[in-house]
Structures are given as structure tokens and as C-alpha cells.
């Protein structure tokens, strides 16, 4: 076939050919003529990863790619991808690259950690954004990144004490519970009774959404107090 030859014969004047203006262009149709007309993402892919190794920044080729690895679900390149055109993009882009990347992380790569490190760019003023602070403490807490979740609501809660009361609480309760696993019990003790005063608090507010939540809460810390023999303390906490 025609595109057959095409593809051949720009390829050999590739391999000819020095890098420049013309260069960039001739990959360009290649890269096309093998996606659209030869149905090979893959052999695109290759031409676009070849041209960027000598324009790493050719923002032509870093769409065109990004679109590749998306259609094909090449999520672990296409994540490396995203960190390089946030590098160079401007800042409306950079946000929308940002949340692309995030998302990519967490739901395709199953990967908390770099997930909040990657919303982390957004700087400490998109928290005041309730979908960013969202994503990010999801991403935190499911990296166990117990102390910056903490201290994040702490802040949040500060702002607006009504929407991130609870939210706080279950933070403290989960803190607690990784920090006595992790053998701290002194540490563990002072976050459940901080999350037992929060649930006992709001449970008075709103008792029977929270009662669970406290009781919850109170057997934790009758627990982390039986465990350091203080069984009298124990059985009043329970």
C-alpha cells in the first residue's frame, strides 16, 4: 500500500537526515501516517519518543504523545509525561496538567503517596479550593500521611470550624490507631482522647450520626489505656 511506501520512504530520510525544522516535521508525518493510516500507535509513539529526545520541550509532540498513551492506557509513561509538560506549562495549563496527573496517580496507578505529592504543587492556597483539599486528604490519609492530614484540617477546621469537625475527628482516630500499631503509645493515648473529646462533642450536637463515632471511639481508647494496665481508667473510659 501507499502509506506503506510513505512510511518507508520518510523513514529513510530520517535516518538520513540531521535534526532540525524539517526533521521535526517529517517525524511529525510520520508518526501520523503510521497512528491514522497504518493503525500502529505504538510505532507512533516510537517516532514522537525519538523526536522529543532531540526537542525534549516540542510542545507538538508532548500532545500528540500525551494523547497516544492516553488512548492506549500506557498510564505508568503517560504520568512521567504529565510531570514534564507541567514543568514547562503556564499556569492555567500547569493546574489542569496538575489535577490530570493527580488523578492518574491515584485511580489508575493506585498510587496515594505520589498522588498528594503531586496535588502538593498546587501550592498551600488551593486548599482554600474544597475539591482540592478533598482530593489531597483522600490521597494522605490513604498514604498514611496521618500528621500532614492532621495538620492540614487543623488549619481547615480554624477557617470553617462546621465543615471539617468531623472530618477532624477522624483524623485524630485514625492517627491514634497508626500510631499505636506503630508501638507509640504514649502519642497513640493523646490522639484518641483528642478524638474522643471531638466525637463526644459533636455527638451532643448531632447524636445520632455520631453516637457510632463515639462509641467507636471510646472502646479505642479503653483499649490503648488496658494495654498500658491502667484498667481503672479503662473501665471508666468504656
Known sequence: AWTDKAAAALQRELDLSEDGPE??????????????????????IEVYEALLRSLPDDRDALVALD?????TNQFESLAALLDRRIAIADDRERSELIWRRARILEEK????????????Q???????DEETATALLRNLRSAKLHHEALRILEALAQRDPGTHRGALAD??????TALSRDG????????????????RDLAVEQPGRHRPDLAM????????????????EALAAA
Open 23 to 44: 526533521a521535526k516535521q517529517a517525524r511529525i508525518h510520520l508518526a501520523e501516517l503510521f497512528e491514522r493510516d497504518l493503525g500502529l500507535p505504538a510505532k507512533a
Open 67 to 71: 494523547r497516544l498513551l492516553t488512548s
Open 109 to 120: 496507578l493506585g498510587n496515594p503517596d505520589a498522588a498528594a505529592a503531586c496535588l502538593r
Open 217 to 232: 471511639a471510646l472502646n479505642n481508647l479503653a483499649a490503648m489505656l488496658g494495654d498500658l494496665g491502667r484498667r481503672d
Open 122 to 128: 498546587l501550592g498551600p492556597e488551593s486548599l482554600a
Open 171 to 176: 483524623a485524630l482516630h485514625e492517627l491514634a
Open 184 to 199: 507509640q503509645a504514649g502519642p497513640a493515648l493523646d490522639a484518641a482522647r483528642a478524638a474522643t473529646d471531638r466525637y
